[in-house]
């Protein structure tokens, strides 16, 4: 009886032992299984971050396929407009004859491109206009050949080059729904980041064009009339060169054809209301863009009542306390040099 007796403690004694050993054995199985879900998760999360990648590289290489699309559109565009208008202004292209019969076998204007297939912009392009000149009354000349326009430089006089274009425009009798697309491949520089910029439709209008060209360059209502109260004659300008600058600048300014005669008045009250007011009262105004005399008045009338009482808000008194300030400060050196002398 003894002896199974120790072996009964020896099998007590190695069970205990057998059971630490499976511990031992889950523990270090439990910690591979931890450090292959953290290695999972980290590559998980590669792949995730390489697939948004992806995406996003996919996204901007298609805004690069869509931007040149509309590019080559709307050069294919001009393209075809410059050969309606060569068919139109060559004077061997009669009606009827060999030479035309061939050229017009198939229609001039063309489908618009996916790209610019817009209903509203698609009548615009292919029902031309009638010239400028057409409504004043006037005869176009006839113009035999296409004119080669210059690319606008850097140097170049903005405003003039602008003008340059309508006048040859309206002198080709191109229709007013073309001068933008003809326009475009002409602008460089600053020009041509305005143009970009802008909305579809609205790059198609010439004057939105024209209007965010000239802000690009900032210049404004503000601007011309500068330069219409510049008493400055320009070096070889003769007295009709000088009239048509003051003319021209002074329809820029107030344009006339868009306003009435009430607003136009308006406009020049408020430039002489601002005239008679101190200088920093004249910028505070400016910076809200009163579009009236009367709603400058009242826009004044919040800034002195904001200000001390004392505070000169009109140019004639804010004038006098800078020279009376000069003379206190220039006042005690002259008494001085009276008494050393």
């Known amino acids: 009886m003894a002896p199974k007796k120790v072996r009964t403690d020896q099998a007590e004694v190695e069970e205990p032992g057998r059971a630490v050993g499976e511990g031992d054995v889950s523990e270090v199985e439990l910690g591979s299984v931890t450090e292959d879900v953290s290695l999972a998760e980290l590559r998980d999360l590669f792949r995730s971050h390489f697939a948004q990648q992806q995406a996003r590289d996919h996204r901007l290489e298609q805004e690069a396929d869509r931007q040149d699309a509309r590019w080559r559109a709307m050069q294919h565009q001009f393209s075809l407009l410059q050969q309606e208008v060569h068919v139109r202004t060559t004077p061997d292209l009669r009606p009827g004859s060999d030479i035309q019969t061939g050229l017009l076998s198939q229609p001039t204007v063309q489908r618009v491109p996916s790209v610019l297939r817009d209903t509203s912009v698609s009548r615009q392009m292919e029902s031309p206009a009638a010239s400028p000149l057409e409504g004043q009354g006037q005869s176009p000349l006839r113009i035999e050949r296409e004119p080669h326009l210059q690319r ?36 460089s520089g600053k020009a041509r980041a305005a143009y970009v910029y802008m ?8 004057d939105k064009l024209k209007a965010a060209i000239l802000a690009k360059y900032d210049i404004n209502a503000e601007t011309y009339r500068l330069q219409f109260r510049s008493t400055e004659v320009k070096e070889n300008e ?6 048509a600058r003051l003319k021209e ?17 308006e406009t020049v009250i408020l430039e002489q209301f601002l005239r008679m007011l101190a200088p920093d009262l004249q910028v505070w105004i400016k910076e809200r863009g009163p579009v009236s005399a009367a709603e400058a008045a009242n826009l004044a009338d919040t800034f002195v009542a904001a200000r001390r009482k004392t505070q000169p808000w009109t140019f004639k008194r804010w004038k006098g306390s800078k020279d009376s300030n000069k003379f206190q400060h220039s006042f005690p050196t002259t008494v001085r040099a009276i008494h050393e002398d």
């Open 249 to 265: 600048n002074y329809a820029k300014w107030v344009q006339p054809q868009h306003h009435t005669k009430e607003e136009i008045g």
């Open 199 to 206: 909305d579809m439709v609205d790059s198609l209008d010439y």
């Open 152 to 187: 606008l430089s850097e140097t170049d006089d903005v405003e003039h080059y602008l003008a340059t274009f309508e006048r040859i425009a309206m002198a080709c009798r191109w229709p007013t729904t073309d001068w933008a697309i003809r326009l475009v491949p002409l602008l």
């Open 238 to 243: 003769t007295p009709k060169e000088l009239y």
